[in-house]
């Protein structure tokens, strides 16, 4: 069974930073994408950041643009997420998510980690 273990989060002031580690297992990481989710109380889940095999990375949301940087590490199975200038907006949960190998994302072929909490003071 796929295994991710996501780390990292914590509360912190706004402006400061945070990077989240998403530690796998179980599969062969280097041979699917990625992605990074949030989730804030009262709100859908919505796409962060992903990226693919090869480290072409997609941001999700306008808002983190400029602020937020995914990245992976094969060697460790590990997918990161760096987060600068943090803002209250962006307290959530934060999840790591494997699409299928082409990037499908219909349940069937999706798997979660736990998520990890990401609180911002402002």
């Known amino acids: 069974q796929v295994q991710l273990v996501e780390s990292g989060g914590g509360l912190v002031q706004s402006g400061g930073s945070l990077r989240l580690s998403c530690a796998a297992s179980?599969?062969?990481?280097?041979?699917?994408?990625m992605s990074w989710y949030r989730q804030a109380p009262g709100e859908e889940r919505r796409m962060v950041a992903t990226?693919?095999?090869?480290?072409?990375?997609?941001i999700g949301l306008e808002s983190v643009k400029g602020r937020f940087t995914i990245f992976r590490d094969n060697a460790k199975s590990t997918l990161y997420l760096q987060m600068n200038n943090l803002k209250p907006e962006d307290t959530a949960v934060y999840y790591c998510?494997?699409?299928?190998?082409?990037?499908?994302?219909?349940?069937?072929?999706?798997?979660w980690g736990h998520g990890t909490q990401v609180t911002v003071s402002s």
């Open positions: 990226i693919s095999t090869t480290g072409i990375t997609t």
């Open positions: 179980r599969f062969t990481f280097s041979e699917f994408p």
């Open positions: 998510m494997r699409p299928g190998r082409e990037g499908q994302t219909a349940p069937m072929y999706v798997y």
